[in-house]
């Protein structure tokens, strides 16, 4: 089957992958905007208050 157009992807097939750009950015701006509240990193603020394990160290040089 021959072309029969000089374009590389039809106007359905660009308006697709414009929806699917838009979803992606949008989904990945939701996320790191959200992301803070539904699980706090490890290392914030907030876990300074939870208190030591017992039977657990923190790591330390052996010199």
Do not use: H, K, N, Y
């Not at 308006?15 to 939701?30: E, K, M, Q, S, Y």
């Amino acid at each position: 089957m021959q072309r029969t157009t000089d374009r590389l992807f039809t106007p359905a097939e660009r308006r697709l992958a414009l929806i699917a750009a838009v979803v992606v950015v949008a989904f990945t701006v939701l996320t790191l905007l959200t992301g803070g509240l539904v699980a706090p990193s490890a290392g914030g603020q907030m876990s300074r208050g939870v208190s030591d394990l017992p039977g657990v160290t923190d790591a330390r040089p052996l010199s």
